[in-house]
């Protein structure tokens, strides 16, 4: 063997051996003798091997490492997916849906994204991960795409007796006993409402009675106790009272108790009761003045006067004004706006007819504060009457006025019915709901139809952020 040193006109330096054959079959025979330094790497087979998926006769070809991704899923497992083998073809055939399993395929290659192909019906697409096995976290994050309803759980009390009354009281549709208790709820708040309304007519009310007593006469009010309306009253404050206490005693969480606004409510809705009842208890008729009386008198009817808000307690029971309050509180940045753009236009066109009709006689807007009233009646298209431009220029301002209305309440009401329909459609496919204790002590809520009939999607919503 010799070295060959090339001439400076070759570019590259090289070793060569000599040309005789010997001396390169001699080398060879050595290079084959030597042992391998690095064993193979079985993991370099199993990240080349190919496996073969016939999707009811569309082959699909992947590598076994992608599958390996996800051990707990039917096709990620060997020992699942080893019944679905035909050695004659040597491949896997599942007798399956087409179009889903490029979404199956990709979300192994892409390490957990599932998107669901276009031309596939929602519940075709749920069915096919349910059958793939692909888990729980994946048909979640899938539902949640979807804009479907994430299942409910809620707290429930440890102790058997407390989780029982809780059930009872809170949640209607568990038993027949729940139903029968909130449909005696419901008839209670009717009786306290029809009640609050009955009191005030000019028939039924009881005249205070009046004493002479040298040159003066003193008046005396009814006796409240004695007052059939009180006594419904009380009957109907009894029941809410136990109702909230025994809801109180028996919830999972009490900090959690008060930050309910369905609680507060219910606690708003019995303390003017209480206030009134110890304002009669307390005072000495024989005692007070005509001004103290009318003080009292004014005192009491504001505080009574919160009784109206008992209605809302309905609102625990109908699902429509549920529906209701989460419409408005999801459109809170719509109704801001168009409050903010009705107090814009309340400020300029009250000043504008103001000035139009400055120079008339017996105009009806004295000053700016004046008009008020007329702008927010014609930009919200009611038109009390009470109040007109009378000149040419407060016409034309008149006019301007409320085409400037409806623009401004046209503009965000179809956000607000979209907000509508989409929590109408969630609430009615949650209708049929299935409640389930949980082993951790809550209660799953699991609706039949909201994998299957979803009609609104996720991106219909239109919420504040």
């Known amino acids: 063997m010799k070295l060959v040193v090339p001439s400076e006109s070759q570019q590259n330096t090289s070793v060569a051996f000599s040309s005789s054959p010997n001396y ?36 699909f070809e992947t590598q076994l490492k992608t599958l390996s991704q996800f051990p707990e899923t039917l096709l990620g497992n060997p020992k699942k997916r080893m019944r679905y083998f035909d050695p004659l073809r040597n491949e896997y055939f599942f007798d399956r849906n087409r179009p889903s399993f490029d979404a199956i395929l990709y979300y192994y290659q892409s390490g957990g994204r ?9 519940d075709m697409f749920s069915e096919e991960i349910k059958f793939y096995e692909l888990g729980v976290d994946a048909m979640e994050k899938f539902r949640e795409d979807e804009g479907f309803i994430r299942e409910e759980e809620r707290p429930l009390p440890e102790k058997e007796f407390q989780r029982q009354i809780w059930l009872l ?23 306290s409402i029809v009640i609050f309304c009955l009191e005030t007519l000019p028939q039924l009310k009881e005249d205070p009675t009046s004493r002479v007593v040298g040159n003066s006469t003193i008046y005396y009010k009814p006796n409240i106790l004695t007052d059939p309306f009180f006594v419904i009253e009380t009957l109907c404050i009894i029941w809410f009272s ?14 959690a108790f008060f930050k309910n606004m369905m609680n507060m409510i219910d606690i708003v809705a019995i ?40 209605i809302f307690k309905l609102s625990r029971h109908s699902k429509g004004l549920q529906i209701l309050g989460q419409t408005l509180k999801a459109s809170m940045r719509e109704l801001g706006l168009l409050i903010f753009f009705l107090f ?9 007819v103001y000035f139009a009709e400055a120079e008339e006689q017996g105009s009806y807007f004295g000053s700016i504060p004046d008009a008020f009233w007329w702008a927010v009646v014609s930009m919200t298209t ?28 046209a503009l965000p009401v179809p956000v607000i019915v979209s907000n509508f329909n989409y929590f109408y459609h969630r609430e009615t496919e949650g209708e049929e709901a299935s409640y389930t204790i949980m082993q951790n002590g809550t209660l799953s809520v699991n609706c039949s139809h909201a994998i299957l009939n979803v009609r609104v999607p996720k991106h219909s919503l239109y919420t504040s952020t």
């Open 24 to 59: 390169w079959i001699i080398f060879s025979r050595i290079i084959l003798a030597l042992p391998d330094t690095y064993p193979p790497d079985h993991n370099d087979h199993e990240c080349c091997e190919r496996v073969v998926i016939n999707i009811a006769g569309l082959r």
């Open 114 to 122: 599932l998107r669901r192909p276009v031309n596939v019906p929602l």
């Open 169 to 191: 009281f809170e949640h209607p549709e568990s038993s027949g006993t729940a139903r029968g208790i909130a449909i005696v709820s419901v008839m209670v708040i009717l009786i």
């Open 242 to 255: 136990f109702e909230l206490i025994v809801r109180f005693l028996a919830c999972p969480s009490k900090p």
């Open 271 to 310: 303390i003017p009761y209480f206030i009134t009842l110890g304002t009669e208890l307390a005072e000495d008729p024989e005692s007070e003045g005509v001004g103290e009386q009318a003080t009292s008198l004014a005192i009491l009817r504001v505080i009574r006067l919160v009784r109206v808000f008992r």
């Open 344 to 352: 814009i236009g309340v400020i300029l066109f009250s000043s504008a």
């Open 382 to 409: 009611v038109g009390y009457g009470d109040m007109v431009p009378v000149t040419i220029g407060g016409k034309i301002v008149g006019s301007l006025c409320a085409i400037a209305g409806v623009l401004t309440i």
